[in-house]
């Protein structure tokens, strides 16, 4: 089947098998961040964002992302650098393995667009589909927060607000 949809900022258009999941898709696109961790919805390291909502990608056949907006973990970063949330991974030591750190960037991206400043416990709960299997939560709850913090300072000040030069 014939299949278009947004992926990262561009346009794809591509043929795939029907009964494929949109892990399958992804990966066979060249998004290999889209780890297959348990393909059947357990560990969150397929994670990916649809139209802005954290997804796990083994659960999906790919013909559901007609005409969506896909991002995985290659399209957070941009031309100016590291996306806030990948910089305090590594600030604070949360990068763990490549292959639970993928998915738990899109839940957290997910997470702080509809809670920019979570609490620990907030946190956790937002990461509570991100197995994983070896280390622990610790660095990854504060890099979320950090990362949290570091996006308020970096909102743009509003027209007609004052703007301190001290
Ligand atoms: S591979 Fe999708 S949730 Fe584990
Ligand atoms: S599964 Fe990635 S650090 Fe444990």
Redesign the pocket.
């Known amino acids: 089947m014939r299949l278009s949809f947004t992926l990262n900022g561009g346009s794809v258009e591509t043929d795939v098998a029907p009964g494929a999941t949109l ?1 399958e898709l992804l990966r066979g696109l060249g998004a290999v961040s889209v ?13 990916v964002l649809l139209d802005g909502r954290a997804v ?4 999906l056949f790919a013909g559901q992302v007609e005409g969506l907006r896909i991002t995985t973990a290659e399209g957070l970063a941009d031309e100016v650098g590291l996306h806030p949330l990948q910089q305090a991974l590594l600030e604070a030591g949360g990068v763990q393995c490549g292959f639970c750190t993928p ?1 738990i960037l899109m839940a957290a991206a997910d997470l702080l667009e509809r809670e920019p400043e979570p609490t620990e416990a907030q946190v956790r709960v937002g990461l509570a ?1 991100n ?1 994983c299997r070896c280390t622990g939560y610790v660095k990854i709850v504060e890099a979320v927060q950090d990362a949290a913090a570091m996006m308020a300072s970096a909102t743009p000040v509003a027209e007609g607000e004052e703007v301190g030069h001290g």
């Open positions: 892990m780890k297959d961790g348990c393909a059947r919805g357990d560990c969150g390291s397929c994670a796990t990608a083994c659960l998915g589909g197995l």
